[in-house]
């Protein structure tokens, strides 16, 4: 997984309260082999409409998204998360996050900044017009102008982000105590291991 | 061991426990991985992005089976028919080029043995007392019937298994649903768990393991207990479990993928030792007296909305929880039933025999019982049987039984999840009923707008033959119970 440490760039100024699973990948789009071209379906409704965010150009290929309340709550498809990372959105800010969407987010690489109300506020008049810098780091989301909003993140998590480190990644940094309990139920529980293969019967 | 009383879950999660972290996390090893072509492409797909293979490919195993189509899947030659909808075609390929790329094992959609998942784990002797089986759907609670811990797993997880053989997890709490007494004529495993969630709701093992004590489990079939384990996440748990006894060594003894000779006996000795120690502490008990569970079906669209049959449909304003009773006034209007109807009176016009929790060879003896020398009711459109694989479905062929339910005017099928879940062509029409054997009665999950009654093989047949949901003892002579 990339390392994530300093996210800087334009941010879409989306807003909207209680964006759930269905809003951010519509439940067609589900029966796909890939984790990949689900940016297409990302927000399908709410693209429908004229004039939405995502239409606007500046806002192409923008890595961060800006929302209200409660963002990422309903089903616990992993979907979501991968069609944010397909349309480019490494960092979501919202007051609120659903935790099922948060951790799926964390497990796929992308940073969930939560910040009070009026914060989010001002972030979402600023950043028509302005890119905004998240510092994972030292725990910060600035603007070109005063603005400094500090953020909590859990230690772990800010550790795995930082260092690029998925969870696979981590459990495989235990591969010698794996391979020990191998060893151990290969004495003590031999019948677990090699089971029959169809093509040897 | 003189340590201190251990559950059953317990000793089989201690005996999995690679590392355990400060915060109570542990990387768990993972026994045995059932893999289908829904949720594993993206697991596969991201193993190669990060160049990762998987660890134990001989604990693998992939077969196809929550949308194969199950109309039969070559022509008279033998040639291979394609699948007509492209998505579906697309996931079925994609596993089919994943397991040889992987080294795993793999059931073809046309081997003999391909089936449901959770029918193929325990009947190909993949599945063991004493394992952890874990696959990427949360009916893998099923397996427990043979004394496994056997949860459900989303995609990355399934990624984590591939590349590790490992999950980190949190131990669960333990719950005992303890059952007291002896089941009467006619009332079969899946009345009892419809019964059970009934008690303790569809939160009532939020966050525990449950495990299934008392005579009537020691005195039931395999297929029983993997019926009744099953539904152990429409409870809200994450597993449920037997202790495994000789009733399950028989069944296993010789499968293809059972251990044999000497590794047998070391593994019987093993298991005998899996039960909770006496003095053992659940974190929570429930008692339910056997005498009380009579034929058991849902009316309403969360698998808690049980009442027996011979009862009526409940008032909204009989539940004491205010959001109960709006969800129930919810259901009722989706369902297209009044408070107060009597559920005898409620007609259908489907039938599904099949899904991994009734499609095993007993449930369809079940159902050919009450189904002998009878026919289906006018009313009944469309009524179909789908055998949990192609081992159960040859064995009711070998015994008569296609013959039965096809002159009862039943369509006899290829293996598969069908209208379990409806991903494949096999739906309910919107607005029509369907006595189903199935597990789950959501909105929508036998089709758009679909109806689902939640019953047992036995009662499906009684309602395929009566037109309505009917008490199938009133109908045969009541027959001992397989269970
Ligand atoms: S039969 Fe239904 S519940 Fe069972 S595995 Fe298939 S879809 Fe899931």
Redesign the pocket.
């Known amino acids: 997984m990339d390392k994530v440490s300093t996210i800087e760039g334009r941010a879409i100024p989306l807003g909207l309260k209680n964006v759930d699973t269905d809003v951010i990948i519509p439940a067609h789009w589900l029966k796909t082999v890939s984790r990949e071209g689900l940016g297409k379906g990302a927000f399908e409704t709410i693209r429908q409409a004229p004039g939405n965010p995502f239409d606007v150009e500046d806002f192409a290929g923008a890595p961060i998204l800006i929302a209200g309340d409660n963002f990422g709550c309903g089903s616990s498809r992993e979907h979501a998360a991968w069609a944010l990372l397909d349309l480019g959105i490494t960092a979501v800010i919202a007051p609120s996050f659903s935790d099922i969407f948060s951790g799926n987010a964390f497990k796929n690489g992308i940073l969930t900044v939560e910040l009070p109300q009026d914060q989010v506020d001002r972030l979402l008049e600023i950043t028509v017009d302005h890119p905004v810098t998240i510092d994972l780091e030292n725990q910060t989301v600035t603007t070109p102008f005063q603005d400094r909003f500090a953020f909590e993140v859990d230690p772990f998590r800010k550790h795995c982000l930082l260092e690029g480190l998925d969870e696979i990644g981590l459990t495989l940094e235990r591969g010698a105590e794996i391979e020990t309990h191998e060893q151990q139920r290969a004495q003590a529980l031999p019948w677990l291991d090699a089971p029959q293969r169809r093509d040897a019967a | 061991m003189a340590s201190k009383p251990r559950t059953l879950y317990e000793k089989i999660w201690d005996a999995h426990v690679v590392e355990r972290r400060d915060d109570g996390t542990c990387i768990l090893y993972i026994d045995r991985h059932l893999v289908h072509e829904v949720t594993s492409p993206q697991a596969f797909e991201a193993l190669r992005l990060a160049g990762r293979k998987v660890r134990r490919p001989d604990l693998t195993l992939a077969v196809p ?2 949308n194969l189509p199950t109309t039969p899947r070559t022509d008279t030659a033998g040639n291979r028919l394609p699948i007509e909808d492209p998505q579906s075609a697309a996931q079925l390929a994609a596993l089919e080029a994943n397991a040889p790329a992987f080294g795993i094992d793999y059931i073809d959609a046309t081997a003999p043995e391909q089936g ?3 029918v193929v784990g325990p009947e190909q002797g993949f599945s063991l007392p004493g394992a952890t089986i874990v696959c990427g ?3 893998t609670a099923a397996h427990g019937g043979i004394g496994a811990l056997a949860f459900g797993i989303g995609t990355s997880e399934v990624e984590h298994v591939l590349a590790t053989q490992t999950l980190q997890l949190r131990p669960s709490k333990s719950m005992e649903v303890r059952v007291e007494g002896e089941l009467g004529p006619g009332v079969t495993p899946k009345d009892l768990i419809l019964h059970i969630i009934g008690v303790i709701g569809t939160a009532g093992g939020t966050g525990h393991v449950i495990e299934y004590r008392g005579p009537v489990f020691e005195q039931m079939s395999v297929e029983g207990r993997l019926t009744v384990c ?1 539904m152990s996440i429409e409870g809200g748990a994450r597993a449920g479990l037997i202790a495994p006894d000789d009733t399950v060594f028989s069944y296993l003894e010789g499968r293809p993928y059972a251990p044999r000779g000497e590794a047998w006996d070391k593994a019987v000795a093993w298991w005998q030792t899996l039960h909770s120690d006496p003095d053992a502490v659940f974190d929570k008990t429930v008692v339910i007296n056997a005498a009380d569970v009579e034929p058991t079906v849902s009316w309403g669209t969360s698998p808690e909305d049980v009442v027996p049959v011979g009862g009526v449909v409940p008032t909204p304003e009989s539940f004491a929880d205010p959001s109960k009773q709006s969800a129930a006034r919810k259901s009722l209007d989706y369902m297209g039933l009044e408070p107060g109807q009597r559920i005898e009176d409620i007609a259908i016009e489907n039938v599904f025999i ?4 009734n499609s095993r060879i007993e449930d369809l003896r079940a159902a050919a019982d009450v189904l002998k020398g009878r026919t289906k009711a006018s009313n009944v459109r469309w009524a179909i049987v789908v055998p949990g694989s192609g081992l159960v479905k040859r064995q009711a062929e070998a015994e008569g039984l296609d013959q039965i339910f096809t002159a009862a005017g039943f369509e006899w099928r290829e293996p598969g ?2 209208a ?2 409806a ?1 494949n062509p096999d739906k309910v029409p919107p607005g029509e009923r369907c006595a189903s054997t ?3 009665n959501f909105v929508g999950r036998q089709g758009p707008g679909a109806r689902t009654h939640l019953v047992s093989p036995a009662m499906a047949a009684a309602a395929a033959v009566t037109g309505r949901l009917a008490d199938v003892r009133t109908l045969a002579p009541c027959q001992a119970v397989d269970a």
């Open positions: 089976d929550h449901i998942v959770h759907d949360s009916h099953n099949g899904s991994c929790t999840c069908s379990c879940l991903m199935s597990n789950r």
